[in-house]
């Protein structure tokens, strides 16, 4: 077999060499000519420093060089882009996304939701066990200059999370299935509410926040006691098999309801509690009425006919015209004054019906929400639950106190109603532990009762407890029924 020449020296290809040879030699040398006749010119009258930090740089500088090695140079540089601002978020984003995985398979592995493990990830990643443990090691992957920029980037994964939460409410479901479910779901949200706000008066005292009004606080305890984590629960009960039955569609249509009103509820006291007077907050729940009316009655039917139009045009730009109309609604239900998330999950309630669009638009999003940036406000819940607050026996019992509390307002309120339209016991306590389960959601509405200044530090302590004890019971108690139930 012939073998051809790598390199083609005919006529044209030599003239060809020739000219690239000339061109860089001309450059190259018009190049030395502008640094060596730059290198003659003065340097600028005005200093960009001030002498003192002019000689002291140089100095060091001086000192450094007579000094340093090739070793330390190499090391000086490393540490210094190290410990820049991309570095240390990039080495956050890597260690919390792989401490979030290992936790997930473990918890997949002893019949947990993989999201609770990732939630157990965040607290560990915290300084209610690394910073207790080893405090360098926290100072050196979480610095404190870091959190703001760690935590606008999971309000990101949250904002995704929320379009998916909305779009998984199906409104014709729940048009059809809720007349079956009304006392349930009722009962699961004015029972615990009611027992939260009732608790209110006892911790309001020494836990709540020195400028909190007792109105929202207390407002905002009935909120989180009345939360069901509605995506958490639907896919328990799809591994479960219980999807399709007479009992998870009642789950499904209590959690779903449960979502609407806690969030209806939330922006409410979410602007009673940013509010100055009774006018503002009377202005921003009025405005917020104006935007869900909107959303509903003249967004979801035109952004059908857009979608629509958008696929018949292959739909190249349809994923980031969904996101931009996303981050707008985020945006206005901020601007507006109570937070982005609600208008995030607006935006999902509003997406077209058509299942093959919903199923591409979540698998699209929530795959890389999940996998990425969901792991990163678990670990900003984390670092900001300090366990070692609880450091007496009276604010342990107070936090098992806040468990009892939330149980028996929704396992033992949705059970009771269940019991009291005729379901069977079994099915009635089936109902009351699913609705017990509060995950990623509760998680949310935490940081944002923080964030408002609603919640101390101790009490959020306390109530991302409980978050994790029901979300963590609800497995376990489905095992034992099943198991009863095949016996």
Same mark, same amino acid.
């Given at each position: 077999?012939?073998?051809?020449?790598?390199?083609?020296?005919?006529?044209?290809?030599?003239?060809? *060499?020739?000219?690239?040879?000339?061109?860089?030699?001309?450059?190259?040398?018009?190049?030395?000519?502008?640094?060596?006749?730059?290198?003659?010119?003065?340097?600028?009258?005005?200093?960009?420093?001030?002498?003192?930090?002019?000689?002291?740089?140089?100095?060091?500088?001086?000192?450094?060089?007579?000094?340093?090695?090739?070793?330390? *140079? #190499?090391?000086?540089?490393?540490?210094?882009?190290?410990?820049?601002?991309?570095?240390?978020?990039?080495?956050?984003?890597?260690?919390?996304?792989?401490?979030?995985? &290992? %936790?997930?398979?473990?918890?997949?592995?002893?019949?947990?939701?993989?999201?609770?493990? !990732?939630?157990?990830?965040?607290?560990?990643?915290?300084?209610?066990?690394?910073?207790?443990?080893?405090?360098?090691?926290?100072?050196? #992957?979480?610095?404190?200059?870091?959190?703001?920029?760690?935590?606008?980037?999971?309000?990101?994964?949250?904002?995704?999370?929320?379009?998916?939460?909305?779009?998984?409410?199906?409104?014709?479901?729940?048009?059809?299935?809720?007349?079956?479910?009304?006392?349930?779901?009722?009962?699961?949200?004015?029972?615990?509410?009611?027992?939260?706000?009732?608790?209110?008066?006892?911790? *309001?005292?020494?836990?709540?926040?020195?400028?909190?009004?007792?109105?929202?606080?207390?407002?905002?305890?009935?909120?989180?006691?009345?939360?069901?984590?509605?995506?958490?629960?639907?896919?328990?009960?799809?591994?479960?098999?219980?999807?399709?039955?007479?009992?998870?569609?009642?789950?499904?249509?209590?959690?779903?309801?449960?979502?609407?009103?806690?969030?209806?509820?939330?922006?409410?006291?979410?602007?009673?509690?940013?509010?100055?007077?009774?006018?503002?907050?009377?202005?921003?729940?009025?405005?917020?009425?104006?935007?869900?009316?909107?959303?509903?009655?003249?967004?979801?039917?035109?952004?059908?006919?857009?979608?629509?139009? !958008?696929?018949?045009?292959?739909?190249?730009?349809?994923?980031?015209?969904?996101?931009?109309?996303?981050?707008?609604?985020?945006?206005?239900?901020?601007?507006?004054?109570?937070?982005?998330?609600?208008?995030?999950?607006?935006?999902?309630?509003?997406?077209?019906?058509?299942?093959?669009?919903?199923?591409?638009?979540? !698998?699209? &999003?929530?795959? %890389?929400?999940?996998?990425?940036?969901?792991?990163?406000? %678990?670990?900003?819940?984390?670092?900001?639950? !300090?366990?070692?607050?609880?450091?007496?026996?009276?604010?342990?019992?107070?936090?098992?106190?806040?468990?009892?509390?939330?149980?028996?307002?929704?396992?033992?309120?949705?059970?009771?109603?269940?019991?009291?339209?005729?379901?069977?016991?079994?099915?009635?306590?089936?109902?009351?532990?699913?609705?017990?389960?509060?995950?990623?959601?509760?998680?949310?509405?935490?940081?944002?009762?923080?964030? &408002?200044?609603?919640?101390?530090?101790?009490? %959020?302590?306390?109530?991302?407890?409980?978050?994790?004890?029901?979300?963590?019971?609800?497995?376990?108690?489905?095992?034992?029924?099943?198991?009863?139930?095949?016996?």
């Amino acid at each position: 077999m012939e073998r051809r020449p790598l390199v083609n020296f005919s006529p044209s290809n030599a003239r060809n *060499y020739l000219y690239y040879v000339v061109l860089l030699a001309v450059f190259g040398v018009g190049i030395w000519f502008i640094l060596a006749s730059g290198s003659r010119l003065n340097p600028p009258r005005t200093p960009v420093s001030s002498p003192n930090q002019t000689v002291s740089v140089t100095t060091s500088s001086t000192t450094e060089t007579e000094s340093a090695t090739p070793q330390t *140079y #190499l090391s000086r540089i490393f540490k210094e882009n190290f410990r820049s601002p991309l570095s240390i978020l990039l080495l956050q984003i890597i260690v919390i996304i792989l401490v979030a995985k &290992l %936790f997930a398979e473990l918890f997949r592995k002893i019949g947990q939701p993989p999201v609770m493990g !990732e939630m157990i990830a965040g607290i560990v990643l915290g300084p209610s066990v690394v910073g207790l443990l080893s405090p360098q090691t926290m100072a050196f #992957l979480f610095p404190p200059s870091s959190m703001a920029t760690l935590g606008l980037l999971s309000q990101i994964g949250v904002v995704l999370f929320m379009l998916v939460v909305g779009m998984e409410l199906d409104i014709q479901h729940l048009r059809e299935k809720a007349s079956a479910a009304i006392m349930v779901s009722h009962a699961s949200i004015v029972v615990p509410f009611f027992l939260g706000t009732s608790l209110s008066l006892t911790l *309001y005292p020494f836990l709540a926040p020195a400028n909190t009004s007792f109105i929202a606080f207390a407002l905002f305890m009935g909120i989180a006691m009345s939360i069901t984590a509605f995506p958490v629960l639907a896919r328990i009960l799809e591994d479960r098999g219980l999807s399709q039955t007479r009992l998870g569609s009642i789950a499904l249509v209590c959690a779903a309801v449960d979502d609407v009103t806690a969030w209806c509820l939330l922006a409410i006291v979410i602007a009673i509690a940013k509010s100055n007077g009774l006018g503002t907050s009377i202005a921003t729940i009025v405005l917020v009425i104006l935007f869900v009316s909107v959303m509903l009655f003249l967004v979801k039917p035109r952004i059908e006919n857009l979608i629509r139009v !958008e696929k018949e045009r292959h739909g190249k730009g349809l994923l980031a015209g969904i996101l931009a109309f996303v981050l707008a609604c985020a945006l206005i239900t901020e601007s507006i004054g109570i937070h982005a998330l609600f208008g995030a999950f607006l935006a999902g309630v509003v997406m077209p019906s058509d299942a093959g669009f919903r199923f591409y638009l979540k !698998e699209k &999003l929530e795959s %890389f929400s999940s996998a990425a940036l969901l792991p990163l406000f %678990f670990a900003f819940t984390g670092l900001r639950t !300090e366990i070692g607050l609880l450091n007496d026996w009276t604010s342990w019992l107070t936090c098992f106190g806040i468990i009892i509390v939330a149980v028996a307002g929704k396992l033992g309120g949705s059970m009771l109603v269940a019991r009291w339209t005729n379901m069977s016991w079994r099915d009635s306590f089936s109902i009351g532990v699913l609705m017990n389960t509060r995950g990623l959601v509760e998680l949310v509405v935490l940081n944002i009762g923080y964030d &408002l200044g609603i919640l101390s530090g101790r009490i %959020f302590a306390m109530m991302v407890i409980m978050a994790l004890f029901t979300t963590f019971m609800t497995a376990p108690l489905l095992s034992l029924l099943q198991l009863k139930r095949t016996t």
